[in-house]
């Protein structure tokens, strides 16, 4: 669906969290928030993975409806779909599918140096803003 490779490319996050130094504890982690009632069911039902619901102290803020992706093997899959047309996002969705096949089939805390690298570069993608960050080589 196109409709899902936008959504995911202008309002999701595609993302590696955890430590990186002396105990190295990674997981994917694709996720979309919207204020949207109705997307965020669609795009569970399309991808699969969790919904919550977000509610703020704050009168100001409306409440947000949550989708995440956790699962390796499903964030591989739509992560290898979404790069070729994703825009926003391409670098961050070839490298999370390249880091979850290199963890296929590895469990535990060593990384080799390449995952490192890979969880490096989506952290410093993530924290650019604009157009510009996909100029960075």
């Known amino acids: ?10 309002e999701g996050c595609v993302t590696l969290t955890g430590r990186t ?10 996720s979309v928030t919207s204020i949207d009632p109705y997307m965020i069911p669609k795009l569970a ?7 919550h619901r977000v509610v703020f102290k704050e009168p100001k803020h409306a409440p947000q409806n949550g989708w995440r992706l956790t699962s390796r093997w499903a ?7 979404l790069t ?26 060593t990384y080799t140096e390449r995952e490192i690298e890979i969880f490096r570069q989506v952290a410093v993608l993530n924290r650019r803003k604009g157009p510009h960050r996909m100029m960075l080589k």
């Not at 039902?45 to 919904?51: E, N």
């Not at 880091?99 to 590895?106: K, T």
């Open 75 to 81: 964030c591989r899959a739509l992560c290898e779909w």
């Open 21 to 30: 130094e002396k105990t190295p504890r990674a997981s994917v982690v694709v």
């Open 45 to 51: 039902a399309l991808c699969g993975g969790k919904t």
């Open 84 to 109: 070729p047309v994703c825009i926003v996002k391409h670098q961050q969705t070839a490298l999370v599918a390249e880091f979850c096949r290199l963890r296929m089939g590895h469990y535990g805390d």
């Open 1 to 10: 669906h196109g409709w899902t490779a936008g959504l995911i490319d202008g």
